[in-house]
């Protein structure tokens, strides 16, 4: 009877090593950059950031995102597991829709699904709407699957926008203009990487009010470049924020027409000068989708920018006798802030 039940313990110990052995022999895969290959289970991964992997042995690693190459899940293991349900629905956008289960991986460039029915796809990331796990799918492997929050502020890679702004600023006489100018303004932005853009824009500006005595026009066309640093205060909210700075070119546009009537006669002063220089922005916004490619925007725009020395030229005349000449004017800061908003198409 003791021999017997020897046996039933050694045959008992064989067949939990030989179960622990075929769960690892199905175990996932992670293949590193730098070639290494690790065996194991899947634990945990945080969507976009890092893997923890489980070996046979107990030991435990975690991966950064950017040093794994791909991942494979055990495809028998899977294959028993879609049979049984967990399934994940893939929503492809043209409409198409697959539900199976995830066996390969490779981070933010494509996913290997596998059918109830054995049928295999290779899915990349720019064909997914969206994944979404099924009732039965484990905490663990829907944690796995589970989409990186794109920032809702660009999506495609290129975008258009455009909108209107207003501003106050100082004029020759070094005293404000008063009311506020009004612009006009487009731009087109490339996304370099997924929070760091570039961004071409022509604006077009006019402030026109009174300048002590001086009723004044001053307008400007510019044309620049801008660097913007894109981040989202929460993975939960679609509101995003950006800042960032740029250079641009100015040309102003000025024109004065002050007149008065005095002993002599009636007289009228016309002044107008054209100049042109390179200033900086700086600038802080943020953005909020109102559909899938359309984004509501507002922002505060710093100008920083000087045109030395201008030349203004002046028409003088006093009962229809005229005379006309050319004086140089101090060096005028045409720095200001200004306040626009609009909207952002990105396709």
């Known amino acids: 009877m003791k021999r017997n039940l020897d046996w039933q313990r050694i045959w008992g110990v064989a067949l939990a090593a030989m179960m622990f052995v075929s769960a690892f022999a199905q175990a996932d895969v992670v293949y590193l950059k730098d070639g290494s290959v690790i065996k194991g289970k899947v634990i945990e991964s945080v969507p976009g950031v890092s893997y923890k992997i489980k070996t046979a042995d107990g030991s435990i690693f975690v991966f950064a995102v950017e040093k794994v190459a791909k991942i494979s899940f055990g495809e028998e293991e899977m294959r028993v597991e879609v049979k049984k349900g967990g399934v994940y629905v893939i929503y492809l956008k043209n409409g198409s829709v697959i539900r199976g289960k995830i066996i390969e991986s490779v981070p933010d460039i494509s996913y290997k699904i596998i059918t109830a029915d054995g049928s295999i796809f290779v899915l990349t990331m720019e064909r997914i709407e969206k994944i979404e796990p099924g009732e039965e799918a484990e905490k663990v492997i829907s944690r796995r699957v589970e989409e990186k929050p794109a920032l809702p502020i660009q ?178 800061d045409y720095g200001h802030m200004v306040f626009r908003g609009g909207l952002r198409l990105s396709f």
């Open 155 to 332: 999506k495609m890679p290129i975008s258009v926008g455009g909108g209107m702004g207003s501003f106050k600023i100082k004029g020759y006489s070094k005293k404000d203009v008063e009311g506020r100018g009004g612009e006009l303004f487009g731009d087109l932005r490339y996304m370099v990487r997924e929070n760091i853009a570039i961004q071409g824009e022509l604006r077009s500006g006019k402030h026109s009010g009174d300048e002590d005595d001086v009723k004044s026009t001053y307008k400007y066309l510019s044309y620049g470049a801008t660097g913007l640093l894109l981040f989202k205060p929460s993975p939960e909210n679609p509101f995003s924020l950006y800042t960032g700075g740029g250079l641009s070119r100015y040309n102003w546009d000025y024109s004065g027409e002050v007149s008065w009537e005095d002993y002599y006669g009636y007289w009228t002063l016309n002044l107008s000068s054209k100049e042109s220089d390179w200033g900086y922005h700086l600038c802080g916004g943020g953005e909020y989708p109102i559909s899938k490619n359309l984004f509501l925007w507002g922002e505060v725009r710093k100008i920083i920018g000087t045109i030395e020395k201008p030349k203004i030229k002046y028409k003088i005349e006093l009962n229809g006798r005229k005379r006309e000449g050319e004086l140089t004017g101090e060096d005028w």
